[in-house]
C-alpha cells in the first residue's frame, strides 16, 4: 500500500488512481431565469439519499458553465445510454450552442431533457456545499424517467460498455421421478427448441443491450441490413413484432439517425449501416462461440433442420 500521509499527492497518479472506479456518464442541464441554456458532461453523479429524494454531482468552480447553474432554481440530470458517445463529447466541449440540431424537452424548471438516455432525473437545487475546487451541487429528485437503456460508462480514462455478470444457477437435487419426466422432455422438439434459445439468449441479448439499443431496435437494424428496404408489412413478417413495436422503434431509430423512410419504406442510412456492423460482429461472435463445440457438417445439418422447420410453419 502507498503511503500519502505528508499529503504531496501525485495530481497525476491520483487521477488515475480515481479512474478505478468505473462510473456512469451523465450531462447536466439547467436554463437561467433569462432562457439561457447550458450542459455540460459530467461522471460525478452520485445518490445521496431515498427519503427526501437527494442526488448530487460537482462542478469546476473556473467552469463558464457554472454562473448558469448557480441562478437555474432547478436541474437535470441525463444519465447516457452506451450509444450517446456523440452527445458525451458534444457537452464536453466549448461550443457557441451545444443544443443546436439535437432533441430537447423541458423539464423542471425549463432545464433541457435529453431524448433517449437511459435514464433522467429533474431536481431542484436543494443544497450548494464548498467541496475544495469544486461546488458539489445537490438536488431534490422532483421527476424522473427510467428508459431502460444500458448505460455508458466511463473507466480509465475512456468509454465501456456494461455487460450483467453471468452466474450459474443452482441445480435442482434430482430424484427418480425428476429424471423420468426430464427424460421425456429431452425427446420433446419443441422444448428442446424453446431451452436452446432460452440458453442462446442468455448471454446473446445483454450483448445486444449494452448497446444502448432495445432488442426490438437491435432486430430491425439486423433485419433491415439484410433487406435494402422494406415496408411496414415486410417488417412485420421478418422482425416477428408487432406494428406497435415495430412504430416505437423505428420512431427511436429514426430520431438517432440510423434509419430513414422513403415511399418505398425503410432503409439503413450510413449511420443505421455502422451500427448494424457492430451488431453483426456481435452476432457472429456469439454464434461462434455457442457452436464452438461441433463439427461443421453438425452445424451444416442444425442449420438445415432449422431451416425446414421455418419453411414448413410458413
Not at 479512474?19 to 433569462?34: K, L
Not at 462542478?59 to 447553474?69: A, L, V
Not at 465501456?160 to 421425456?184: C, F, H, I, T, W
Amino acid at each position: 500500500m502507498t503511503d500519502h500521509t505528508d499529503n504531496t499527492l501525485d495530481p497525476r497518479a491520483f487521477r488515475r488512481a480515481l479512474g478505478n472506479f468505473a462510473t456512469g456518464v451523465t450531462v447536466v442541464t439547467a436554463t437561467a431565469p433569462n432562457g439561457t441554456r447550458v450542459g455540460m458532461t459530467a461522471n460525478s453523479f452520485n445518490s445521496v439519499s431515498l427519503d427526501p429524494p437527494l442526488v448530487l454531482w460537482s462542478i469546476d468552480k473556473r467552469s463558464g458553465s457554472y454562473p448558469i447553474f448557480e441562478q437555474a432554481s432547478h436541474f437535470a440530470i441525463n444519465v447516457l445510454a452506451a450509444d450517446q458517445v456523440d452527445l458525451s463529447n458534444r457537452f464536453a466541449r466549448p461550443s457557441e450552442d451545444k443544443f443546436a440540431g439535437i432533441e430537447v424537452s423541458a423539464g423542471a424548471g425549463d432545464a433541457p431533457l435529453l431524448a433517449d438516455c437511459a435514464a433522467r432525473f429533474q431536481c431542484e437545487k436543494y443544497q450548494q456545499i464548498d467541496g475544495g475546487d469544486h461546488w458539489i451541487l445537490i438536488g431534490k429528485v422532483v421527476a424522473f424517467d427510467d428508459l431502460g437503456r444500458a448505460p455508458l460508462v466511463y473507466h480509465q480514462g475512456a468509454y465501456s460498455m456494461v455487460l450483467p455478470y453471468q452466474q450459474v444457477s443452482e441445480k435442482v437435487a434430482d430424484n427418480a421421478g425428476a429424471s423420468a419426466r426430464q427424460e421425456r422432455l429431452n425427446h420433446n422438439v419443441y422444448y428442446l427448441l424453446t431451452q436452446a434459445l432460452r440458453s442462446y439468449q442468455a448471454s446473446y441479448q445483454p450483448k445486444q443491450l449494452s448497446t444502448g439499443l432495445r432488442i426490438s431496435e437491435a432486430r430491425m437494424l439486423l433485419v433491415l441490413d439484410s433487406n435494402a428496404c422494406l415496408d411496414m408489412t415486410g417488417l412485420m413478417a421478418e422482425v416477428a413484432m408487432s406494428s406497435r413495436e415495430i412504430e416505437e422503434a423505428q420512431e427511436t431509430l429514426r430520431r438517432k439517425g440510423l434509419i430513414a423512410s422513403t415511399e418505398n419504406g425503410y432503409h439503413l442510412t450510413t449511420a443505421g449501416e455502422r451500427q448494424a456492423e457492430v451488431l453483426r460482429d456481435i452476432a457472429a461472435k456469439q454464434q461462434e462461440q455457442m457452436l464452438a463445440a461441433f463439427s461443421a457438417d453438425e452445424v451444416g445439418i442444425l442449420k438445415k433442420l432449422l431451416r425446414g422447420i421455418i419453411a414448413n410453419a410458413n
